[in-house]
């Protein structure tokens, strides 16, 4: 049997259901299929309060009543010192804490309720279409199931690659796996969620706020294979210094928690952590799988308004991907290089030995000023209403990130006209006062643009 879709979504988490439901709403006609199981995570996944316009804009609203529950009141950590340090959480500042499971049914359900055909229990076979459209080849219950759609989509998670994607691996952070299990907290009346750094690698200790609490080690693989996943476990709890010390529990779910990007081989469109996985030291991932779903099915819509061709708008998404990929990893390798009392352990000694990448600090320049020899026009796609649509940008040709359409609100094109003939920035501030899209800068934001202009390499000061 061959069924014909314009959409196939492939991936029934939250990131595939996103999509799925964004493209029915904007009059695609799309089938979603997942295999029946969890695409990966931990059982209550935190969102931060910052997320609030995000859940607006997608419509999330009613799944916080029935998913989700306000965060902690307090954040606990210990790290960089034995000591563990407990803070009162403003109400305005507690976020959410999502019951992923009834997240991932939630959001399955409002996909059919907006006319999204879903099909659970179907396992992928073979290697998605490169091309970005075709047949894919399912197997439910011992029975083949072919779809043939015109665009594809792959929201398959974490832990996915090849054979099942096109892709291959560019950029990884040491390999972690995530141990969990839902304990009885009754005894603790502290609804405080905590991390803390311990020799095995850290612990997150996460309380549902109805007696029970999640409690997960993120450690090294090859230690829990060369010590066996009980000594491993055990011995991370007895180091802990707040709930999780001494709980009486064995992990009941390992899940990859590599943070991880994958560059696209044809013309798939991919999204959530099937093309970028980040270390779930943010606590972020699960908005960031929200956000990706988003992007994503803007650009399936633009390619589908043959706004764009596809090529076109995997490269976009590639690129959206790489400078989130990117900051994430900035900040957590940030974190692992704060702590230094178990230098010696597998876990650490991995991160440790990671590069510490600074981000520099803009200076005002002085100098003259000419554009970047490998400079290059290149339009960055930004959303207009249920589409992506390209405005004038710039990047370094051997960059792999978006392009830059803009700098303080000034447009970089206005930028590079104002300093085409390489004067000295006296008589720029001069010139800067009759265009009118400089009008309103002062010598002081303006010197300050000018200067974010040259930290990200796009002007040169001489």
């Known amino acids: 049997m061959v069924i014909e879709r314009e959409v196939l979504v492939v991936g029934g988490g939250p990131t595939g259901s996103v999509v799925a439901t964004l493209l029915a709403q904007w009059g695609r006609d799309v089938l979603l299929i997942?295999?029946?199981?969890?695409?990966?995570?931990?059982?209550?996944?935190?969102?931060?309060?910052?997320?609030?316009?995000?859940?607006?804009?997608?419509?999330?609203?009613?799944?916080?009543?029935?998913?989700?529950?306000?965060?902690?009141?307090?954040?606990?950590?210990?790290?960089?010192?034995?000591?563990?340090?407990?803070?009162?959480?403003?109400q305005d500042e507690r976020g959410w804490r999502f019951r992923r499971p009834d997240l991932d049914l939630w959001l399955r359900d409002r996909a059919r309720h907006t006319g999204v055909e879903v099909i659970e229990g179907a396992r992928a076979r073979g290697t998605l279409c490169p091309s970005g459209g075709g047949e894919v080849l399912f197997e439910q219950n011992g029975e083949s199931l072919v779809v043939d759609a015109?665009?594809?989509?792959?929201?398959?998670?974490?832990?996915?690659?090849?054979?099942?994607?096109?892709?291959?691996?560019?950029?990884r952070l040491p390999e972690m796996i995530a141990l969990s299990a839902i304990v009885d907290c009754g005894d603790t009346d502290e609804d405080a969620s905590v991390i803390e750094a311990v020799a095995e690698g850290w612990i997150w200790w996460l309380p549902f706020g109805d007696g029970r609490a999640s409690v997960a080690l993120f450690c090294d693989p090859?230690?829990?294979?060369?010590?066996?996943r009980e000594e491993v476990w055990k011995s991370a709890l007895n180091q802990s210094q707040g709930a999780a010390r001494g709980i009486d529990a064995t992990p009941t779910r390992g899940t990859l928690a590599t943070a991880r990007i994958h560059q696209s081989d044809g013309g798939l469109l991919i999204a959530g952590d099937a093309i970028s996985a980040i270390d779930p030291l943010s606590s972020q991932g699960l908005e960031k799988a929200?956000?990706?779903a988003e992007e994503t099915a803007l650009a399936a819509q633009t390619t589908l308004l043959e706004d764009a061709d596809l090529e076109t708008m995997v490269d976009q998404r590639q690129r959206w991907e790489m400078r989130l990929f990117r900051l994430h990893r900035h900040q957590a390798v940030a974190l692992y290089h704060a702590e230094t009392r178990f230098g010696e352990h597998p876990f650490w000694a991995a991160r440790h030995q990671l590069d510490a990448d600074s981000i520099q600090v803009a200076t005002r320049p002085t100098g003259r000023l000419t554009p970047a020899a490998e400079l290059t026009e290149e339009p960055r796609w930004i959303r207009?209403?249920?589409?992506?649509?390209?405005?004038?940008?710039?990047?370094?040709?051997?960059?792999?990130?978006?392009?830059?359409?803009?700098?303080?609100?000034?447009?970089?094109?206005?930028?590079?006209?104002?300093?085409?003939?390489?004067?000295?920035?006296?008589?720029?501030q001069q010139r800067a006062a009759g265009i009118p899209a400089l009008i309103d800068q002062s010598p002081a934001s303006l010197a300050q643009i000018l200067g974010e202009m040259c930290r990200l390499e796009l002007l040169i000061e001489n």
């Open 34 to 90: 997942g295999d029946g199981g969890r695409e990966g995570g931990l059982p209550i996944e935190t969102v931060v309060p910052s997320a609030a316009d995000t859940l607006e804009r997608l419509g999330l609203q009613d799944a916080l009543g029935s998913c989700a529950s306000p965060g902690p009141l307090r954040h606990g950590r210990c790290w960089s010192n034995p000591t563990l340090e407990l803070q009162d959480v403003h």
């Open 150 to 171: 015109r665009l594809i989509i792959a929201a398959t998670g974490r832990s996915s690659g090849p054979p099942l994607l096109p892709v291959a691996t560019r950029h």
């Open 222 to 228: 090859s230690e829990v294979r060369a010590r066996g």
């Open 290 to 292: 929200l956000v990706s």
């Open 384 to 428: 207009t209403g249920n589409r992506l649509a390209p405005r004038p940008g710039i990047r370094l040709s051997h960059s792999d990130e978006e392009s830059i359409d803009q700098v303080g609100q000034v447009p970089t094109g206005v930028l590079l006209d104002l300093i085409g003939d390489e004067l000295p920035m006296r008589e720029l």
